[in-house]
């Protein structure tokens, strides 16, 4: 039984959701305390500049933890690592425009609750993420998981 339930916490797909976890949370904290601790939360334009710094910081974040915990990719170089990052932050800034352009259209246009639209945009970008890093990002040499 205890075999069973490590096998499903180590695996890459719970790994990725722990850590998409992690990376939401941290993307959801900057924007709150940037929305409502700041008076960027009072205009579109300061609640759009609070979800480009939540997403900057949530990516830097995903990157690292990724790298290291769900899929253990190894770079055997300053170049390689600059090049899988690249790759990485490439690939977000595709879901940016995705996250940026859909809480935009929550909020401004449907006049949805800004943290609910901020909710519902993260849902699909953390799958499209997944698939994206697993097929096109983290694609090189993986490290052993002990």
């Known amino acids: 039984m ?18 998409g976890g992690c990376t ?16 960027l939360g ?11 710094i939540s997403i900057v910081l949530s990516i830097l974040f995903a ?3 990724n790298k290291l915990f769900v899929f253990h990719s190894k770079t ?14 490439g690939a977000r800034i595709a879901t940016l425009v995705i996250e940026v352009g859909g809480v935009w259209l ?10 609910i639209g901020k909710l519902e945009t993260q849902v699909l970008v953390v799958i499209g993420n997944y698939f994206i890093s697993k097929f ?7 490290e052993d998981k002990e």
């Open 2 to 19: 205890w075999q069973k339930i490590k096998k499903i916490i180590c695996s890459e797909a719970f790994m990725y959701l722990f850590i």
């Open 24 to 39: 939401t949370l941290v993307n959801l904290v900057v924007f709150s305390v940037l929305t409502y601790g700041t008076s």
């Open 42 to 52: 009072n205009s579109d334009l300061g609640i759009t500049i609070s979800n480009v």
């Open 63 to 65: 990157y690292v933890t």
């Open 76 to 89: 055997n170089s300053f170049k390689e690592l600059l090049y899988e990052m690249g790759k990485f932050i």
């Open 106 to 115: 929550a909020v401004s246009v449907i006049g949805q609750d800004k943290m």
């Open 136 to 142: 096109l990002v983290f694609t090189g040499n993986k």
